[in-house]
């Protein structure tokens, strides 16, 4: 069989397979030819090909990567691979229909699929644009009843939905919903009391409605066999004696994260019934009622002492700081800490940060001021991942954090391989100190939160910075830009962004050249979302060969005329080009259009758009 | 200072800060009382709905947003010195920080204003029949009715009934009270610093927060059983 690798002639989509693939990309049909140039070799027939590849190679294939390759090979390669894929990756739910998915792949067993466009995560999409996990459920709830593991971002899912899938996929053991919204614990119910065989319930970052449902007692009343059990997200109170029976019955568990509605002293019931766990979320942290003094408390310290499997913590959702240090017993061990919705200062992060000498993930609140960061520089030399989030998260409010703690972390942590940083204020000089510290950045993500902020020091523009970025951290695939930026910052990434996936610009540019640069320079570029720039239809025209190599670009709040909409959309019959149009007064006109998305898709545009999407 | 400035306000207003009276409900204003006519309070504190509206004024139009872009551009092409866009008004979806990280961070800060960790306000809110109780920081409203609100979202059977713009209840009056006892279906009580059960909104507001060891939402027909106390001790109070 041919050796020859040609990955770099196929489609650089990683995620999409190409699912039109018979036509234009199969060689013919018959047998492939064998080793190096032996004349006398007779093919084997295609059944016999099928067959080997079926027992011999595909079943070895995990990564859709390889699997996508493998099916562009010929046609009995392509139906050998659609047979014997068993997991999904569907990056934007309207790119395909569930119907062409359904007909290709038959045995699938894990399914992930996204919806929104990350920007509706900051209310920049109007409500009730789409994503309904409705249509794909009812086409999965067909073919796929041996359905295990289910992964939904950003998708919008109806209490109806979950309990059809509760009922229609009996050996479900995994559902994950991150971003999500639409259901409610009425929803939750559905599953807790139909998946008998959950093992893993994580609900993340989701908006889940109060429907005064006791889920949690919806568990059957026997042993589980959970693994997971992620619900902090959920705002609403819970039964908490049926949750202590719940994990006291549940011999399994290693990730649990509680809401904010488990009090400290709930939270070391649950904890001496599963000491066994690796990932604990502590939910409020703080107690129901405030302990006078002198009056006994309970003995949290040790609590935490007799996990001694912990590797990761989260929670502290209403943290009362005196409370910190009951954590000391598990810092050497954690590789993961987010106290990134505890405002605490650096006084308190300190005798915590200098014992977690593991530390791999660290997210926090910028409440801890450059101080902190220092403390954090210095003991955590491992450090991989940094996430500062801002307490206020405002545009002029005082900011404790500062290119100083960005240069005291790149000084410190030099495997540092992602960031997102928000500041009030920024140099060129410390982001450039970090593109050269750090070398092994994948993901940079920086917000200055003031709009067109300069160098608060040399009042230049943050070009130079953002350069030093894409030139000297080679591995970049992800990048998140802010302060003030000419087109030079974008000459640059299109430059030196070779192996950019992500872009994430806002406020930024000053003419079509930027997004021109990006979109003539960046070969790999699959998500671009852009905001409140002033790129117009010339610059979209720069991307006309690069459209159907994409996931999605986002515009909204640019230069883009509907005019010039129309024409890509003219031109790329393949792309789904969606105008949205916010509500206006009467008289309010507009030349440009408020928000441009477009994504590729084999199966046209989409039935179910709202009355404020146009798709052209 | 709560105390000092309500203090000099009873003797600006003869005791009208305290005096306790009844009013129409939903936050219109006492129309008994030409007084309370302004949402505002005698006091010069901003009333529920001002609130509201602070609260709620932070998207930037689209045109204006549109306008202030060009003319940063322009500020922008002319130099490269720090400009700051002309507006400092709010723009939606920026800073790029989700909903839910907001929210929380709100909490949090109420609780650092509070001073050394240990005295923020939560107090736990029962609501009789209803399985679970709920805490709430007092600190995170300014007024009775933003607490009314609260509880009404959390207890989808709670609404306040008859009460005067600051939610305050009119105990002077007995046989109205009662008639307000009787009528509605819940009543919010509480636990005060001296352990004693008193009805929601018989003192000013910052006292109340001050006071408040417990909330407990009960039907009306048992609080009427408080309602004598709970006169005895405004008696005494003013």
């Known amino acids: 069989m041919s050796g020859s690798d040609n990955r770099s002639e196929m489609s650089e989509d990683e995620e999409l397979p190409d699912l039109g693939g018979d036509a234009t990309h199969s060689s013919n049909s018959t047998a492939v030819s064998g080793g190096g140039g032996d004349q006398n070799y007779v093919s084997p027939s295609p059944d016999q090909v099928l067959e080997n590849v079926l027992e011999n190679v595909l079943c070895f294939l995990t990564s859709r990567r390889d699997r996508n390759a493998a099916s562009l090979v010929c046609k009995s390669w392509y139906r050998a691979e659609a047979l014997t894929r068993s997991e999904l990756f569907i990056g934007n739910c309207y790119s395909v229909s569930p119907r062409r998915v359904t007909n290709r792949f038959r045995l699938v067993k894990a399914i992930a699929i996204k919806g929104k466009p990350r920007f509706s995560d900051f209310s920049l999409l109007p409500p009730d644009w789409g994503a309904h996990f409705g249509p794909w459920l009812s086409a999965m709830a ?37 971003c999500c919204e639409g259901f409610g614990t009425s929803g939750l119910a559905s599953v807790a009391s139909e998946c008998r065989q959950i093992r893993v319930l994580e609900l993340m970052d989701s908006d889940i409605g109060d429907d005064e449902e006791d889920w949690i007692s919806c568990f059957p009343d026997n042993v589980t066999c959970l693994e997971s059990f992620i619900f902090d997200c959920v705002e609403a109170p819970i039964n908490f004696e049926a949750l202590e029976q719940l994990v006291a019955r549940s011999p399994s568990l290693k990730k649990l994260r509680l809401n904010c509605y488990i009090s400290i002293g709930q939270l070391y019931r649950l904890m001496i019934r599963a000491p066994q766990l690796t990932h604990l979320g502590t939910g409020s942290f703080s107690p129901l009622e405030i302990v006078a003094q002198g009056e006994q408390e309970l003995n949290y310290f040790s609590a935490f002492a007799a996990c001694k499997s912990l590797i990761c913590l989260s929670g502290f959702r209403e943290i009362i700081p005196d409370y910190l240090s009951a954590i000391y017993p598990v810092c050497g061990n954690l590789t993961s800490l987010n106290l ?9 992060l300190k005798p915590v940060i200098c014992q977690c000498h593991k530390l791999q993930t660290f997210w926090v609140l910028d409440s801890v001021s450059d101080e902190g960061l220092q403390a954090v520089s210095a003991a955590c030399k491992d450090l991989r991942e940094l996430r500062v989030f801002p307490v206020q998260a405002l545009e002029d409010a005082e900011g404790p954090v500062s290119e100083v703690g960005l240069l005291a972390i790149s000084e410190g942590c030099r495997k540092l391989q992602s960031i997102l940083y928000f500041c009030q204020r920024m140099t060129n000089a410390a982001v450039v100190a970090m593109s050269k510290n750090c070398p092994d950045l994948v993901v940079f993500r920086l917000c200055i939160m003031g709009r067109h902020r300069p160098d608060h020091i040399t009042g230049e523009p943050m070009d130079e910075g953002f ?68 790129f117009g239809d010339s610059a979209l025209f720069a991307g006309l060969q690069h459209y159907y190599n994409m996931r999605f670009l986002w515009m909204s709040s640019c230069k883009v005329t509907r005019l010039g909409c129309e024409e890509i959309a003219r031109q790329l019959p393949g792309l789904v080009v969606e105008v949205i149009t916010r509500d206006r007064e009467e008289n309010e006109t507009s030349e440009y259009v408020d928000t441009l998305y477009m994504y590729r898709s084999l199966d046209g545009p989409r039935a179910d758009a709202p009355r404020f999407v146009h798709i052209l | 200072m709560a105390m000092i400035s309500e203090e000099h306000n009873k003797e600006k207003l003869g005791f009208e800060e305290t ?114 109780l709920r805490k709430v920081d007092l600190n995170m409203y300014k007024s009775y009715q933003d607490l009314y609100g609260a509880l009404g979202k959390m207890f989808s059977s709670f609404t306040m009934g008859k009460c005067n713009s600051q939610g305050m209840m009119d105990f002077m009056n007995e046989s109205k009270l009662m008639d307000l006892l009787n009528g509605s279906d819940f009543v919010p009580t509480y636990e005060d610093k001296d352990g004693d059960w008193m009805l929601v909104g018989d003192v000013p507001w910052e006292m109340f927060v001050g006071s408040c060891k417990r909330l407990r939402i009960m039907k009306g027909t048992e609080a009427i059983g408080l309602a004598p106390r709970a006169l005895e001790k405004c008696k005494y109070r003013s």
Request: charged share 25%.
């Open chain 1, 340 to 348: 990134s919705y505890a405002n605490i200062n650096a006084e308190q």
């Open chain 1, 467 to 534: 350069g030093a970025i894409v030139k000297n951290c080679k591995k970049l695939t992800r990048l998140a830009v802010s302060g003030l930026l000419t087109d030079r910052a974008f000459s640059y990434i299109g430059q030196y962004g070779k192996l950019l996936r992500t872009l994430s610009v806002a406020f930024a540019g000053n003419t079509d050249l930027g997004l021109k640069y990006l979109l003539e320079g960046c070969p790999k570029l699959q998500k671009l979302e852009i905001r409140d720039s002033p």
């Open chain 1, 142 to 178: 067909r073919s796929y009843r041996a359905l295990e593991k289910l992964y939904l971002k950003r998708m919008s899912v109806t209490d109806e939905d979950l309990a059809i899938a509760a009922h229609s996929f009996p050996i479900l053991k995994e559902l994950v919903m991150v």
């Open chain 2, 19 to 132: 005096e306790l009276r009844l009013g129409l409900p939903g936050g219109g204003g006492g129309i008994v009382n030409g007084d309370f006519g302004k949402n505002t309070n005698a006091n010069g504190k901003r009333g529920y709905l001002e609130t509201v509206n602070l609260k709620l004024n932070l998207s930037l139009k689209e045109t204006e947003k549109g306008e202030n872009l060009q003319k940063e551009k322009n500020l922008i092409s002319c130099s490269n010195n720090a400009v700051k866009p002309p507006s400092k008004t709010q723009v939606v979806g920026w800073p790029p920080v989700r909903s839910f990280r907001k929210n929380v961070m709100a909490v949090q800060k109420s609780n650092s204003e509070e001073g050394v960790g240990g005295t923020a306000t939560f107090v736990k809110v029962s609501m009789d029949g209803a399985p679970y």
